[in-house]
């Protein structure tokens, strides 16, 4: 038998209850393999190339005895196959949906293409058609979010539109071409560019985006703006999905970058949430004016900021003046507060006289701002933004929150869950 047999005597992929005696007759360096129940003619081989088992158990003799040497090999059990990625559906894109898009955007003062990490994906959205925000260009970003089940999601992949300034007059049709050459192979156009680069994949699946020309639309002052750009549309069923999308806009001589967009969402999709009985209570501090925080004016007329330059998120009130009252049925009641805005702020909260405890240690370059009608709980998923979860006991409670670390300003949100509400 050659060695190359010898290497092979036991197949690959052999499992199960298989029992193998092989018994070692050693003469000098000599070993012969005696092999019961394998599959192949026993082999020679020197002690140098002798083959090594796993799972052998190995008793030492005199080297003059013939010893039994029993080898049970441990059954291969195969490993668990991942769960299949749950399953979506591609979607034709409108072309009414991009510039629905864009006016998304200018609705909510383009906040959602700043973010990274956990973001509001729900941040001004209506109806049934969804949009996901890429980036104004640079590096790679990845974010998250949660999707409420049968949305249809809209995503592009690079995207312009054009509006006419000031002085500017340029018609419909003269706006198109000036986007059409911004992404021309052909003309260098305005900016000298051309679309060098489309990825877009679901799951690890490429998928295929198309390129569309939007209906003229309102935005900024122009009642005729226009859109241009590569999207995908997406229908996800409930789970886990990961969509990738990159877009890259090149120099027309040079083919260096100009503009790169590329963006990994991981999106929980899954039945929508119930709202919380009660919303969220915007409140604000200065430490230079009081030591505790307070509401903003009017609704706390002792407010040390204006509600107008604050703005409020979304299922939540203005936090009137302090301390703040209410009264809980429950033992398992809670109250919830969380930092906003620039990260490094924490709190200790009071209910009368009694520290109910400290809000979390936080470093200063988290952030997590809370543009209007966002949801201010998603800054409890943000690294370096101080939290705190306080169990309430059934009966009246009077709140205040002193700011004890961080900005000598800013806003935050409390809230109390009481389950027998």
């Known amino acids: 038998m050659t060695a190359r047999q010898t290497r092979h005597g036991l197949p690959a992929g052999v499992a199960g209850l298989a029992l193998f005696l092989l018994f070692w007759c050693v003469t000098g360096n000599l070993r012969v393999p005696i092999a019961t129940g394998a599959s192949r003619t026993p082999a020679v081989s020197t002690a140098a190339s002798a083959p090594v088992v796993a799972g052998a158990l190995d008793v030492h003799?005199?080297?003059?005895?013939?010893?039994?040497?029993?080898?049970?090999?441990?059954?291969?059990?195969?490993?668990?196959?991942?769960?299949?990625?749950?399953?979506w559906d591609g979607v034709d894109v409108e072309p009414a949906w991009t510039a629905a898009w864009w006016q998304w955007i200018e609705r909510t003062n383009g906040s959602p293409l700043y973010p990274e990490g956990p973001v509001d994906c729900g941040l001004g959205q209506t109806g049934d058609t969804w949009f996901l925000a890429g980036t104004e260009g640079g590096t790679a970003v990845t974010r998250s979010c949660r999707i409420p089940t049968g949305k249809t999601l809209v995503i592009p992949l690079f995207t312009i539109a054009w509006d006419n300034e000031g002085m500017e007059n340029l018609s419909v049709e003269e706006k198109r071409v000036v986007l059409d050459e911004v992404f021309s192979e052909r003309v260098p156009g305005i900016?000298?560019?051309?679309?060098?680069?489309l990825e877009s994949s679901v799951n690890g699946t490429p998928y295929q985006q198309t390129r569309l020309a939007s209906p003229p639309f309102q935005r900024r002052a122009d009642p005729e703006a226009v859109a241009d750009g590569y999207w995908i549309g997406l229908a996800?069923?409930?789970g886990v999905h990961d969509v990738h999308v990159v877009g890259r806009l090149c120099d027309f001589d040079t083919d260096a970058t100009h503009t790169n967009v590329d963006v990994a969402y991981r999106l929980t999709v899954e039945p929508p949430p119930a709202e919380p009985a009660d919303p969220w209570a915007l409140f604000v501090w200065a430490t230079g004016q009081n030591d505790a925080a307070t509401g903003c004016d009017p609704a706390d007329p002792t407010g040390v900021v204006p509600c107008s330059s604050v703005q409020l998120g979304r299922n939540s009130v203005y936090a009137?003046?302090?301390?703040?009252?209410?009264?809980?049925?429950?033992a398992a009641a809670t109250l919830t507060v969380v930092d906003t805005g620039a990260g490094g702020d924490v709190f200790e909260v009071y209910d009368g006289d009694e520290l109910l405890g400290r809000?979390?240690?936080?470093?200063?370059?988290?952030?997590?701002?809370?543009?209007a009608g966002g949801d201010p709980g998603l800054c409890l998923e943000r690294e370096n933004i101080s939290a705190g979860v306080f169990p309430l006991a059934a009966g009246e409670h009077a709140v205040t929150i002193v700011p004890v670390s961080g900005y000598d300003y800013g806003v935050g949100y409390f809230r109390v869950d009481d389950p027998a509400e």
């Open 359 to 371: 809000t979390s240690e936080a470093n200063a370059g988290g952030d997590c701002y809370v543009p």
């Open 320 to 330: 009137t003046t302090p301390p703040w009252t209410f009264t809980t049925t429950s």
């Open 236 to 238: 996800l069923e409930e």
């Open 191 to 197: 900016l000298n560019t051309k679309i060098c680069y």
């Open 61 to 87: 003799h005199p080297a003059t005895e013939t010893v039994p040497l029993v080898f049970l090999p441990i059954a291969a059990i195969p490993a668990e196959e991942p769960p299949p990625p749950p399953a």
